[in-house]
C-alpha cells in the first residue's frame, strides 16, 4: 500500500532480482514456483527456528514437527545468561496444535511448546531435544513494554534540537563541538527545558574524504572524532606541540575563515584538528607510563582495535574497502597491513572521543535534561561495518522510500539493507551491539525510519524508486530487543514513523509502548473547525524535523519552488494553492483558540502560537527547533538530493551566545515552557 493506501503491484522482474540478492535465483516464473516451494518445505522441515521471544519471560514458543513423531517424548532446556538453567519435558501429544499441514506427501504440525517456568529478562539459550535430534535458538525473554523514561521525569517535558556541526560558540574552531553541546545543555537546563537533541554523531571516514551525512556513517558502533574538544583532552595541557600548532599565525588565520564561513568545511577543520590530536597522541603513547584508563576502555571496548587497524590500512591505501586486495576486502588484516602510528592514533581519538561522550551524558543527567541521540537506518556502502560483517548485508540494493506526497519521486538513499535473514541467523548480534552503543549514554535514543524494524523499501541497481519493493524483517524479534534494551539501559526509544508506515509497525509500537513522532506542518489540513490532527499521548510533537522545510519557508511556501526546481515534485500550482489553504485554515484555527493575538498572521506569530497548542497537548516531549525561532529558510537537509545541494553543511547563523539573548527565541520558549507546565 502506498501513501494513499493504493495497492501497488511490484515488477516481476524487480522481484526476481531481489530474490536473487536474497539468495534465491530465480529465472523465470517456473522457477519461482520452484523456489517458493522449496522455500515452504525448509520452513516446515526446521523444528526450532534461529531466534524465539517469549514475553515477560514467559511461553509458549512455536516449533514444527513432523506429524509422525506426535507421540514420542520431547525435552526443553533454557539456559540462562547468567548460567541458571530451567527445564521441562513432556509428550508431543500433550502440546497444543496451533496448524496442521501436509507438503508433499509428509505432514507437520505446528505446536505451541511451554516453557519450564518464567524466565528472567535476557538473552537466553533454548534447547529442544526430541526424536534423538538435538536444536537450539535464542531466546529473548523480553518484557513487554519498553522503558518509559519520561514518567521519571514526572512532567510534560520540552526541548529543543539544531544539529552540532550548526551550533556555534564564539569558542568554535568552525563547526560545532562537545564543548559546544555542554555548553547547550545547560543553557536549557536553565530555561526549565527537558530535552536536547541532535543528530547521529557517528564515525566517518574522514582521511578518505568520507561522506559528511550523519545517516551514513562508516559505522553505528563508534563515534565522530570530528566533534572533539581537544582542550578537554588530558594531553593537552601537556603537549607544547599541538598547542603551538593551533596557535600559528597561519592556523589561527585558517581558523578565523572557517569561523566566518556560511558553511562547515569539514575536510579543511579536521586536518587541523587531527595535527593537533597527533601531536597528543604520540605524547600520550611516548611519555605515558600509566596506560590504565585506555586499557579499561580497550577491554570494554574490544571491537575498538580492530575499528583502527581497518581505518590504518584505508590511509595506507589511499582508497575505502571495497577496492582493497584480498584478502584485505575480505576481512583480514595482517602484521604490516598498517602503519603502526596511524593504528596508535585511532585507538587514541576512539578512547578521547568515547570518554567525552559520556562526559556529556553524565553532565546531561545532573542537569536533568535527557540527552536524545539518533540511531540511523544503515551505514554507507564502503563503511566499517559492511567490511566486518559482510553477511548481514546485501551490499548490491539500496534502502530508500517510494513516492509519497512530499517526494512524488520517490527517494533512494544509497544504504546497503541488512539481510533478514542473515540477521536472524547471527541472533542479531550487530542490532544490539548498535543499539547498545548509544542507549549506554542516551536517555532518549530516536529509531531512524522505524518501520525498518518490519520492512525495508529495497531498490536493486539500475532502478528508480518508483519500482523498488518491499522486503520484510521480523518485526516481532526486533521489538523484542528494544524492550530488553531500554530496560537494562533505563532510556526511552522514539520511532521516527513519517512516510508510509504499515499498519503492522503503528500496531507494534502501541502494543510495545514505542514513543512515535507528530510531526505538526505534515498533519494539518485545510479544513473548517480543526485543522490539526489530535497529538496523541505516547508521542514527540515538533513542527518539523531536519527532513522537512523550516516553519519560515513552509509558511511561505519556498519549499514548493525549492522541490519544483529540483525535479522532486509534480503539480507544484495544486500544492501552493493546498498552502494557501492551510495557512489560512491554521491561523483562524489559532485565532479561534485565543493564542494567536496579532493582527496578521506572520511566520514569527503563528509559531509562537502553535507551539504554545502544542505545548498544551498530551505529547510526552515538544520539541522546538532553534533555527525555526530566528527565522531561517534554508533546510539543513534536501532528503532526495545527494550530492547535489549542500546537505549537513550550513551553519546556525546565530552563534549560542546571541540566540540566548534574543526575545525571538526566549520568549517562545518561555511559553512553550509555561504551557508544558501547565500555566498560560
Excluded at 537533541?197 to 553505528?220: F, H, M, N, Q, V
Excluded at 502501541?510 to 508521542?539: C, D, L, N, W
Excluded at 497548542?613 to 522546538?624: F, K, N, T, Y
Aim: a neutral charge; charged letters at 25%.
Amino acid at each position: 500500500m502506498d501513501s494513499a493506501g493504493q495497492l501497488r503491484h511490484a515488477r516481476p522482474e524487480v522481484v526476481r532480482e531481489v530474490l536473487g540478492l536474497l539468495g534465491e535465483p530465480v529465472e523465470n516464473d517456473r522457477s519461482l514456483a520452484e523456489g517458493l516451494q522449496r522455500r515452504r518445505r525448509e520452513i516446515w522441515q526446521e523444528r526450532l527456528e534461529p531466534v524465539r521471544v517469549a514475553w515477560g519471560g514467559r511461553g509458549p514458543v512455536g516449533v514444527r514437527i513432523p506429524e509422525v513423531i506426535e507421540g514420542k517424548a520431547y525435552a526443553v532446556r533454557v539456559v540462562c545468561e547468567d548460567g541458571s538453567t530451567h527445564e521441562g519435558a513432556g509428550r508431543w501429544s500433550q502440546v497444543p496444535t496451533r496448524r496442521h499441514r501436509r507438503l508433499e506427501g509428509a505432514a507437520y504440525l505446528a505446536k505451541d511448546l511451554p516453557l519450564p517456568e518464567p524466565l528472567p529478562m535476557g538473552y537466553h539459550r533454548l534447547e529442544l531435544g526430541t526424536g534423538g535430534e538435538h536444536h537450539e535458538a535464542l531466546l529473548l525473554s523480553a518484557p513487554t513494554r519498553v522503558y518509559d523514561a519520561f514518567e521519571a521525569q514526572g512532567h510534560r517535558g520540552w526541548g529543543v534540537f539544531l544539529p552540532l556541526y550548526a551550533l556555534q560558540t564564539r569558542a568554535s574552531l568552525g563547526a560545532g563541538d562537545f564543548a559546544d553541546l555542554e555548553k547547550l545543555i545547560a543553557w536549557l537546563a536553565e530555561r526549565g527545558g527537558d530535552v536536547v537533541a541532535s543528530l547521529p554523531l557517528l564515525a566517518s571516514l574522514w582521511e578518505l574524504g568520507g561522506d559528511i551525512s550523519p545517516y551514513a556513517p562508516t559505522s553505528r558502533l563508534f563515534w565522530n572524532e570530528f566533534y572533539l574538544d581537544l582542550p578537554r583532552i588530558g594531553e593537552y595541557a601537556r603537549c607544547p606541540a599541538a598547542r603551538r600548532g593551533l596557535g600559528e599565525p597561519a592556523t589561527q588565520l585558517a581558523i578565523e575563515e572557517l569561523r566566518h564561513a556560511r558553511h562547515v568545511d569539514y575536510a579543511r577543520l579536521m586536518a587541523l584538528k587531527r595535527r593537533a590530536l597527533e601531536a597528543m597522541a604520540d605524547l600520550f603513547w611516548s611519555h605515558t607510563d600509566d596506560h590504565r584508563a585506555f586499557d579499561a576502555f580497550l577491554a570494554e571496548n574490544p571491537e575498538v582495535d580492530r575499528f583502527a587497524r581497518f581505518r590504518a590500512v584505508g590511509e595506507r591505501l589511499g582508497e575505502p574497502w571495497p577496492a582493497w586486495p584480498e584478502p584485505l576486502r575480505s576481512g583480514t588484516i595482517g602484521p604490516g597491513d598498517s602503519d603502526e602510528d596511524v593504528y596508535r592514533y585511532h585507538l587514541y581519538v576512539q578512547w578521547q572521543t568515547q570518554r567525552q561522550v559520556a562526559h556529556l551524558a553524565e553532565r546531561a543527567r545532573q542537569a536533568g535534561v535527557l540527552w536524545y541521540l539518533d540511531l540511523p537506518v544503515g551505514v554507507g556502502g564502503a563503511s566499517y561495518d559492511l567490511w566486518r560483517w559482510p553477511e548481514s548485508f546485501v551490499p548490491a540494493a539500496s534502502v530508500g522510500a517510494p513516492p509519497d506526497p512530499f517526494f512524488s519521486k520517490g527517494q533512494n538513499w544509497g544504504l546497503p539493507p541488512m539481510h533478514p535473514r542473515a540477521i536472524r541467523r547471527r541472533g542479531y548480534a550487530y542490532f544490539i551491539a548498535s543499539l547498545r552503543n548509544h542507549l549506554r549514554f542516551a536517555r532518549l535514543l530516536r529509531i531512524d525510519h522505524v518501520m525498518g524494524l518490519h520492512r525495508l523499501f529495497w531498490i536493486p541497481p539500475g532502478v528508480d524508486p518508483h519500482h523498488g519493493v518491499y522486503v520484510t524483517y521480523d518485526s516481532e524479534e526486533m521489538f523484542a530487543i528494544l524492550c530488553i534494551e531500554t530496560h537494562r539501559h533505563r532510556a526511552s526509544v522514539v520511532g521516527e514513523d513519517l512516510g508510509t508506515v504499515p499498519a503492522a509497525i503503528d500496531h507494534r509500537m502501541k502494543r510495545h509502548g514505542v514513543t512515535g513522532m507528530y510531526v505538526g506542518t505534515g498533519r494539518v489540513h485545510a479544513k473548517q473547525g480543526r485543522p490539526f490532527e489530535p497529538v496523541p499521548p505516547i508521542s514527540v510533537a515538533s513542527l518539523g524535523t531536519h527532513d522537512t522545510p523550516m516553519f519560515h519557508a513552509w509558511w511561505r511556501g519556498l519549499d514548493i519552488e525549492r522541490r519544483l526546481e529540483w525535479g522532486l515534485l509534480d503539480e507544484a500550482g495544486a500544492e501552493q494553492e493546498q498552502r494557501r489553504r492551510l495557512r489560512r485554515a491554521v491561523a483562524r484555527f489559532l485565532r479561534e483558540q485565543g493564542l494567536l493575538k496579532a493582527r496578521r498572521a506572520t511566520p514569527p506569530t503563528v509559531l509562537s502560537a502553535w507551539l504554545a497548542w502544542l505545548g498544551a497537548s498530551p505529547a510526552q516531549i515538544v520539541l522546538a527547533t532553534l533555527e525555526d525561532l530566528w527565522g531561517e529558510t534554508e533546510p539543513q537537509n534536501m532528503p532526495g538530493l545527494i550530492g547535489a545541494v549542500p546537505n549537513w553543511q550550513r551553519k546556525a547563523r546565530l552563534h549560542l551566545e546571541e540566540l540566548a539573548a534574543l526575545p525571538a527565541v526566549t520568549d517562545p520558549l518561555q511559553c512553550l515552557h509555561h504551557a508544558r507546565r501547565g500555566r498560560k
